[in-house]
């Protein structure tokens, strides 16, 4: 049977990139995950589209879209092609192991064979090394990219270059809504950020307080979206309520350590915390150190860490979106543009879940 897919200039095991100096470490564009025989688990991956309160309209419509990629993936399976795709990711360690497992668990979908997966994780990138990544990997060609990187023009310019070159671009988890790419895969984060001010305000009541609110960086969308969505909550319902945000640690737990030992240092009244970037045992170590209660701790994703700390009743609750929908959701988008290059992808955002230590799921 003839392949729907281009075949790649040379072949697709390349020689590694130089690594560039500096903090960046330089992820080798042969690192590389394979499709591996496997059975699918089975899990409630509704699209929003059926939840109740969607109309029966657009409803249907999200149906029929799903319904056509999964016919195009199906022929891409019987095609016997196998798509190599590269995986971008400017986070910390815990979120980039964790994004890994889901991608490889959700290749058991489309055996048999379809997609290889490379991946290039650091956990700090300056945008132009992020750039010079991008450009390497379209030069040497790609079936498609899934990219969490900041929202910079820089960035937009490459993945502007990308489409350009016939290469799909998906972001994951926070997105680039003025560039190229062809679809976004992810939770809503405005409304896991509103969803963070009604837990915690509700949590302090009359009583009031000031909340620590951390970011990773402000350059990423995702966390900016968040962020917007929580500040609007408090703002309207929540008057008694002040926030204090840091920035720029980066996720670790060195830097974002630091920050909150200084916010605690500045302000007596911090007694809560929504963490939207991460490093929340170091955050919880700057309160031990200053002998401060944490009334209520609200944190993002399920990686191994929150994990422990939700189960030691360290943190109260964690917004939890399940990445192997991201997974999905990159992979149909990617094989959608490859066999209807002029098809539009539909938009299906994932859930986010109220996840304590009673409901924790167990891992993957």
Known sequence: MKSLYPALPGDIDQKPIKKPSGRFRGPSLSRQGHCLPGRLEHRDRRPRAERP????????RVKAAIAELEKQQAGAMGSGRMLAIDIVMETPQRFSDAVRAAFEAEMAAFLPGVFRCRFHFAEVMKPAELVQLLDRIRLRG??????????????????????????????????????????YAGADNRAAGETAAYLIGEFLGGDGGNV??????????????????????????????????ISEGHGSDRATGTLASAALA??????????????????????????????????????????????????????HHDLRTDARSAFRAIISRATAPGRVVPASLSSVEIVTPYNMPAGD
């Open 53 to 60: 309160g969607v109309r029966q309209q657009t409803e249907t």
């Open 142 to 183: 790609t079936h498609g990219i899934v990219l969490k990187a900041p929202d910079v023009a820089e960035v937009a310019a490459a993945v502007a270059r990308a489409d350009a070159a016939g290469i799909p671009v998906v972001t994951l988890v926070t997105d680039l809504p003025n560039s190229a790419r062809i679809a």
């Open 212 to 245: 620590l609110v951390t970011l990773s960086s402000g350059r990423f969308r995702g966390e900016e979206e968040r962020e917007i969505g929580f500040r609007r909550i408090i703002r309207a319902h929540y008057p008694d309520i002040s926030i204090t945000e």
């Open 266 to 319: 500045t302000d007596p009244a911090i007694n809560a915390v929504y963490s939207i970037g991460g490093g929340n045992r170091a955050v919880l170590a700057a309160f031990d150190v200053a002998s401060r209660p944490v009334r209520v701790f609200v944190a993002h994703d399920l990686d191994a860490d929150n994990r422990a700390l939700l189960a030691a009743r360290r943190i109260d609750f964690v917004l």
